[in-house]
């Protein structure tokens, strides 16, 4: 099946239809189309309703566009969801607390998951897929299920807590749930192969004859590692770096399932926006507010990925 369409794409994209200039821009327009639809419609969407006002009504705010009169528009513009965000420090307590620990977070997994990535591409051939595929396994399994997994793990009746006071070290249970702690484990956990899989594609193509060429003029392996391997597997640091800081900032499960009440990161209070509080206005200037403090770190490594380019 996989090879037929292989073949018949193949066969269309050999037509005149998509030479030159204009079968370019044809071809373009169908993922470019995608992107319009389903990213920048709903974005603007969002952002419409940014600025509308809290009614109790279907749907729940007031419209952006108002007629007045038979040929008038007016356009109201509330600007006091925006401005909540700044003065309520329950908002700004929520956005420091998803970036701190998102950051954290996407350090934890370079720190991981870059050894792992240096062993897999370093590993023979006929192991790397069998150790790829040991990273890949969680995913064949249900996000939501695998989050569940460490509430058995972390309780204080649940596996860790049971071993270490069988061994005795500890006589009482200790607290790893209902956390920070357990939430920066969660996170680890549910995205570190985000991290390994662009670490790996990058330290597998490096060319292994410049590590034996400065060990040769007297390097050290330390100083080679600094040096050679580490400058040439920066964009995968970059693209793992990307995978992970972005979902971890707006991560709702992990935070719910296995943080505190005290651990309110920005994807739970936007639950509690849209679907407690009814309020769509508020939520949505978060969501704005979320994607504008988003820009700058993007931005930031999307210029270092083009330099490393």
């Known amino acids: 099946m996989v090879l037929h369409l292989t073949k018949f794409f193949r066969r269309l994209l050999r037509l005149p239809l998509f030479y030159g200039v204009h079968g370019r821009w044809l071809l373009l327009c169908l993922p470019m189309g995608w992107i319009a639809l389903f990213f920048v419609v709903p974005l603007l969407i969002v952002l419409k309703i940014s600025f509308a006002e809290s009614i109790f009504a279907a749907p729940p705010y007031t419209q952006l566009l108002q007629w007045v009169g038979d040929a008038a528009v007016t356009i109201h513009l509330n600007l006091h969801n925006y401005a909540l965000l700044i003065q309520d420090n329950l908002y700004i307590f929520a956005y420091f607390n998803s970036l701190g620990t998102a950051t954290v977070a996407t350090f934890l997994c370079l720190f991981l998951g870059y050894p792992m990535a240096y062993g897999i591409a370093r590993a023979p051939g006929k192991w790397q897929i069998l150790l790829l595929l040991l990273v890949i396994l969680p995913f064949w399994t249900s996000f939501l299920i695998r989050v569940y997994a460490w509430i058995g793990l972390l309780s204080p009746l649940g596996v860790f807590n ?37 670490l790996y594609a990058s330290l597998e193509k490096m060319n292994l004859q410049l590590l034996e060429a400065a060990s040769d003029l007297g390097c050290r392996p330390f100083w080679a590692f600094l040096r050679i391997t580490l400058p040439l597997s920066l964009k995968g640091i970059v693209a793992g770096t990307m995978l992970v800081f972005i979902p971890a900032v707006g991560e709702f499960v992990i935070p719910e399932l296995l943080g505190g009440p005290e651990n309110l990161m920005i994807g739970r209070l936007l639950w509690m926006e849209f679907f407690n509080n009814q309020d769509w206005p508020v939520a949505s200037a978060i969501t704005i507010a979320l994607l504008g403090l988003l820009v700058v770190p993007l931005v930031a490594l999307q210029r270092l990925q083009m330099k490393v380019h």
């Open 162 to 198: 049971n071993f270490l006071i069988a061994v005795g070290f500890i006589q009482d249970p200790l607290p790893l749930l209902n956390n920070y702690f357990s939430v920066c484990i969660g996170m680890v956990y549910s995205y570190i192969p985000f991290m390994i899989l662009p």
